[in-house]
């Protein structure tokens, strides 16, 4: 079965820094798609970032772009979200969310388009100051 432990959201003033960590257990990290998803009262649920654990490969959503950077250690089976230069409008749940990596479907693709399967419990970002 599938888990994650999800870390690091907290409170932190504009232009702060935070850093999420995303640790899973039950399956070894090799060909998927990990990915970080964030849901806001009265917003659509987006996909901030991905990356795929076979070959680094990653995606933002332009919102995030140049601020936040996804990484991955394989040998810890946990995927990090560094997140910096935090705005207001960054404030939402931030979800950890895995699925394997189809053969020929790029990150983007996963990211934006397919479901993810197995979720994490979801950790708070409030920026404000």
């Known amino acids: 079965q599938l888990q994650f432990v999800e870390s690091g959201g907290g409170l932190v003033q504009p232009g702060g820094s935070l850093r999420l960590s995303c640790a899973a257990s039950?399956?070894?990290?090799?060909?998927?798609?990990i990915g970080w998803f964030r849901q806001a009262p009265g917003k659509e649920h987006e996909g901030v970032s991905c990356?795929?654990?076979?070959?680094?490969?990653?995606y933002y959503a332009d919102s995030v772009k140049g601020r936040f950077t996804i990484s991955r250690d394989n040998a810890k089976n946990t995927v990090y979200l560094q997140m910096s230069s935090l705005k207001p409008e960054d404030t939402a749940v931030y979800y950890c969310?895995?699925?394997?990596?189809?053969?020929?479907?790029?990150?983007?693709?996963?990211?934006?388009?397919?479901?993810?399967?197995?979720w994490g419990q979801g950790t708070q970002v409030t920026v404000s100051s």
């Open positions: 990356i795929s654990t076979s070959d680094g490969s990653t």
């Open positions: 039950g399956f070894y990290l090799d060909n998927y798609a």
């Open positions: 969310a895995a699925d394997s990596l189809p053969p020929g479907i790029s990150v983007q693709t996963m990211c934006v388009i397919i479901p993810f399967g197995s």
